[in-house]
């Protein structure tokens, strides 16, 4: 299984932070690459700057059949087609998008790391992926989702806000 994450703090020339993580679902899938199942639209703070705008984030599962390498290259195509730009770490942007999972692959090699470095502590990718997969477990920490959301503060787990339901929740079935 590969999962994405998906996130937008800034309006783009696409439109809202909603619009823009649809665009670039339709863009993902524009690659051939199958879109399986997308959870809720979620809202949260931006990091570390909780001054920045909020972010609204979802997790897709995909179906790819290249190695995390092609991944990748395709994935930075399209946040520059969302015009995300690379100015300071953290800033705010219209498209972000990460590898959380891709096969269960461990790996740290040209700028690639899976699972995602950060996965454990971020509640805007471990919330989203709890829903479309309930059962998944973390390939280093060898834990499952819940004990790894459990494990986040409380905080963190309250600065969390489903904000929409996704009209297609599985799809390519």
């Known amino acids: 299984m590969i999962f994405l994450g998906i996130g937008s703090s800034l309006k783009s020339k696409f439109g809202d932070r ?45 179906d790819f059949k290249g190695n995390s390498e092609d991944l990748m290259k395709k994935l930075l195509l399209i946040e520059k087609k969302l015009e995300r730009t690379r ?20 790996s740290n090699k040209n700028d690639i790391f899976l699972p995602h470095p950060k996965i454990s502590e971020r509640n805007f990718i471990l919330i989203p992926l709890r829903e479309i997969c309930p059962m998944w477990i973390h390939p280093i ?31 390519n079935d």
């Not at 770490?89 to 461990?106: A, H, L, M, Q, Y």
């Open 141 to 171: 920490l060898n834990m499952k989702i819940d004990d790894l959301i459990n494990n986040l503060s409380l905080r963190t787990r309250n600065e969390i806000t489903r904000v929409k339901e996704c009209d297609i929740r599985h799809i």
């Open 18 to 62: 909603y619009t823009n993580i649809k665009k670039t679902i339709d863009l993902i899938s524009g690659e051939k690459i199958k879109i399986k199942k997308i959870s809720s639209y979620y809202e949260t703070p931006s990091y570390p700057n909780k001054l920045d705008p909020k972010f609204i984030n979802v997790v897709i599962e995909i």
């Open 87 to 106: 100015q300071f770490k953290n800033e705010p942007r219209t498209c972000d998008i990460d590898i959380i999972d891709f096969n269960g692959s461990v």
